[in-house]
């Protein structure tokens, strides 16, 4: 099994910066962040392959920037140019041995205009 940490969360005003992190227990394959705002379905934000190849949501490009770190089992967001709209629970995913998908808790992200 795999645990996610996520860490990083907090209060900004629009257009500050934030970064999030997620360690993993383990060496894992993929792992991606998605958020979820109260009443709305969990979307997918950015996601980054175990050879440093990234992927991010239209709403998210040229603002956020995925990393990782192999050796630590870590990933990171880095946020820039906050918005309102980004205001949700940020969740961290990996994939796991045999293909299995994991979560994190989730942390908060909070963007006042």
């Known amino acids: 099994q795999v645990q996610l940490v996520e860490s990083g969360g907090g209060l900004v005003q629009a257009g500050g910066s934030l970064r999030l992190s997620c360690l993993a227990s383990i060496s894992v394959n993929a792992m991606g962040w998605y958020r979820q705002a109260p009443g709305k379905q969990r979307e997918l934000v950015a996601t980054?392959?175990?050879?440093?190849?990234?992927n991010y949501a239209d709403s998210v490009k040229g603002r956020f920037t995925i990393s990782r770190d192999n050796a630590k089992n870590t990933v990171l967001l880095q946020m820039n140019s906050l918005k309102p709209e980004d205001t949700a629970v940020y969740y961290c995913?990996?994939?796991?041995?045999?293909?299995?998908?994991?979560w994190g808790q989730g942390t908060q992200v909070t963007v006042s205009s």
């Open positions: 980054i392959t175990s050879g440093g190849s990234s």
């Open positions: 995913n990996a994939e796991g041995p045999r293909y299995g998908r994991y």
